[in-house]
């Protein structure tokens, strides 16, 4: 049995996580995030109602099923509060089913105004961050001045340690960005209040982990934005402060490598992308503006706008070495119907006229890279809502085995809407 199963992103996010997680949550015992904070958004639509998540992880919506917050997701208590409250108020137990980590880093009001000052000051060379002080959170973490969630149960040692850290944020604040400084008192009441409300759900997230595996029980770890987004192996600076890859499962909640048995990354049928930074296939026609209307590209969390462009097959080889990708769910392909043709980017040229079916190691490289397209046959049909394999067109079928062919990984789930249920099986993935 494939026990610890693995879902993440494999483009620049936003590439439909969310519903796989929570069709597949009703075969686990678990669901874990394992980095990030409230800047990633999960949608989830189940008999044509909407529910956005943020942090809590989409396996909530499950009866049966424990949710996780591991160490390695910045915590933002107030956001937390407002997203349990929203849950409730429709229905669903959230605090029952949730357990956060005693070793998240804290999100403080700090944190988001530094987030905020940042971004006015650079001004057309913004990285287009979210704004929610996820960054400022992780660097507070790698220097060691964080406050941890279980901190707060030592009210005299949590106090000193927020105090410190509100009285460096304001320094910044003050003297670097010319902002106002920040009640000190303020944020520190406000976070032990919101201690209270979550106290019951703070917890070893590593031990009760390795519990659930000796006991044989299935986990599946949710991953928030997407590979190419990764703070190691993204497109630097143009990317998030945290581990999205696979590996950042260890770190983020403390499961050993050898312990994850499956997998699966998550590839719209196009590619999309949020915020600055290079995006070979990006299209400026009528086609990138059909893509983004037909497929709703407006970001769950900040309500942006994504930048639409073609299948990249080039990172996506990256991509599928760095997770060690098993299998693949392919979403949204009911957005293509219509198109007469379609294309799919299988290799770069570079800076200097060079043919490489390999990304470049930095931003500038990448930036300058032009795509070569191999074109595609579209189809007219509706594909919606379709859920078996031989009820797709001719030239969808085409499509997604040609990707298939080329990218040399098992393409497990077609996804053909935003429905819990608008998926083709061709290869179970939890086995």
């Known amino acids: 049995m494939k026990q610890n199963i693995i879902i993440l992103g494999t483009q620049w996010g936003d590439e439909g996580k969310g519903k ?29 109602e909407k529910t956005v998540l943020h942090l809590v992880p989409s396996g909530v919506l499950h009866d049966g099923v424990s949710c996780y917050i591991g160490n390695g997701v910045v915590l933002s208590l107030d956001a937390l509060r407002t997203e349990v409250d929203q849950l409730e ?81 304001n320094f910044l604040l003050v003297e670097r960005h010319g902002q106002d400084a920040v009640d000190a008192d303020e944020i520190v009441e406000g976070q032990f209040a919101l201690f209270e409300r979550f106290a019951a759900q703070c917890t070893d997230v590593a031990r009760e982990l390795n519990a659930l595996r000796l006991a044989g029980e299935r986990v599946l770890f949710e991953g928030a934005q997407g590979t190419l987004l990764d703070v190691d192996h993204g497109t630097y600076p143009f990317v998030t402060s945290s581990n999205t890859t696979a590996g950042g499962v260890g770190s983020g909640c403390g499961v050993g490598p050898r312990h994850i048995d499956y997998v699966l990354g998550i590839v719209k049928a196009y590619t999309t992308r949020v915020g600055a930074g290079p995006f070979p296939t990006e299209l400026f026609d009528n086609v990138g503006v059909r893509l983004a209307e037909r497929g709703h590209e407006f970001g769950a969390t900040t309500g942006r706008a994504r930048r639409c462009g073609w ?48 990304p470049p190691g930095t931003q500038q490289a990448f930036q300058a890279c032009k795509p070569i397209y191999e074109t595609l046959p579209g189809w007219d049909a509706d594909t919606v809502g379709v859920t078996n394999w031989d009820d797709l067109p001719d030239n969808a079928r085409a499509y997604v085995e040609r990707l298939r062919e080329l990218l040399g990984v098992s393409i497990d789930i077609v996804s053909t809407g935003p429905e819990r249920t608008a998926n083709i099986i061709l290869n179970d993935p939890l086995g």
Not at 129 to 137: L, S
């Open 20 to 48: 796989i997680v929570d069709y597949l949550t009703d075969r686990v015992r678990a669901v874990v995030r394992f980095q990030g904070g409230h800047n990633a958004g999960h949608t989830l639509v189940i008999g044509g």
């Open 311 to 358: 299948f990249d097959v080039v990172f996506m080889r990256q991509v599928i070495a760095l997770n060690s990708i098993d299998g693949l769910v392919m979403t949204k392909l009911d957005v293509l119907d219509g198109l007469d043709e379609l294309k799919v980017c299988v290799a770069y040229e570079d800076s200097n006229g060079k043919e490489v079916d390999w």
């Open 89 to 169: 108020e429709a229905g669903v137990p959230a605090l029952d089913r949730l357990f956060i980590s005693e070793s998240c880093p804290l999100i403080l009001p700090t944190h988001i105004a530094l987030d905020q000052a940042r971004e006015r000051d650079k001004g057309g060379e913004a990285i287009g961050t979210t704004g929610r002080g996820i960054g400022p959170a992780y660097e507070d973490k790698v220097a060691r001045r964080a406050v941890h969630f279980g901190d707060l149960n030592d009210r005299e040692y949590a106090e000193a340690r927020l105090r410190s850290l509100i009285e460096w944020h």
